[in-house]
């Protein structure tokens, strides 16, 4: 059981990765915080996959953790964001 | 009894690994902002939920089950806000109030 939690919790890490691509493609400041939304629940998944998997339990911590920080950083992009459109207009 | 449990979390974390993969695709390859925005939150609150629910099926104590839904709950709260927040700035002509 172990090791199919293992390699899901790899196969869902490779997947958000391959997802950070639109990160250099863009075009809008709005996809690229999407692809970083992404890693992070998928970081938070693959981090509850790894802590049943590996027996270490403080590893739910972190992930809750991870989609603590993961919202605020969206908060704050839409934030600047505002503020910046409302100095360019 | 442990079988069938385990054909359970395997049933529900690839679910959601699927879901996840089909985020990433819809991430990449979907037109415009907002239909991007649309796999996004399925991939976070599907992926995520079929990932809570597999591990959730292996046994543990109730209070290491409650933490990881609250995991759930808190992601399936802030995804939600925040996928309003960003389809406010990404609509055309967005962002300015």
Known sequence: MADFLLAAAGFVLATVTLGLVRILRGPSEADRIMAAQLLGSGGIAALLLLAEAMSVPAAVDVALTLALLAAFVSVAFVKGFARSGADGA | ?97
Request: charged residues 10%.
């Open chain 2, 1 to 97: 009894m442990s079988f069938a449990l385990d054909a359970l979390t395997i049933l529900a974390v690839s679910t959601g690994a699927f879901f996840f993969l089909a985020g990433t695709v819809g991430l990449l390859r979907f037109p415009d902002a907002l239909s991007r925005l649309h796999a996004l939150t399925k991939a976070d609150n599907l992926g995520l939920g079929l990932v809570v629910l597999g591990l959730l099926f292996q046994p543990e104590e109730l209070f290491a089950g409650l933490k990881l839904v609250t995991v759930w709950l808190l992601t399936l709260l802030a995804g939600a806000t925040v996928t309003q927040l960003i389809a406010r700035t990404a609509r055309p002509g967005g962002a300015q109030e």
